[in-house]
Nanobody, 114 residues
Framework: VQLQAYRGGTVSAGGSVRLSCAAS????????VGWFRQAPGKEREGIASIQTADGSIDYADSVKGRFTISGDIAVNTVYLQMNSLKPEDTAVYYCHAWARYDYWGQGTQVTVSS
């Protein structure tokens, strides 16, 4: 499966951004799909995941209540709605899919200004 992440950008603190992860080559309902992020000087961290086949969802504590992951099987895309953004959310965000093997999309930069 190939993953393409879209729609990063720069936003003010308190604002919102929606990231998209479009897949090709296979259907996402066969995978656990997640979003990771990596801030400068920090390790990459997993922040949200979804298994569209059964609707299972998980969030890191750092984003719980502010971010929402969802999937649209019809367009083979997973989204990450990010609300109440903070400067510490500034990072490169990566789409990831797992089913026996790891698949990564290219990163998309999200910058939150204070």
């Amino acid at each position: 499966v190939q993953l393409q992440a879209y729609r990063g950008g720069t936003v003010s603190a308190g604002g919102s951004v929606r990231l998209s992860c479009a897949a090709s080559g296979d259907t996402l309902d066969k995978y656990v799909v997640g979003w990771f992020r990596q801030a400068p000087g920090k390790e990459r961290e997993g922040i949200a995941s979804i298994q569209t086949a059964d609707g299972s969802i998980d969030y890191a504590d750092s984003v719980k209540g502010r971010f929402t992951i969802s999937g649209d099987i019809a367009v083979n895309t997973v989204y990450l709605q990010m609300n109440s953004l903070k400067p510490e959310d500034t990072a490169v965000y990566y789409c990831h899919a797992w089913a026996r093997y790891d698949y990564w999309g290219q990163g998309t930069q999200v910058t939150v200004s204070s």
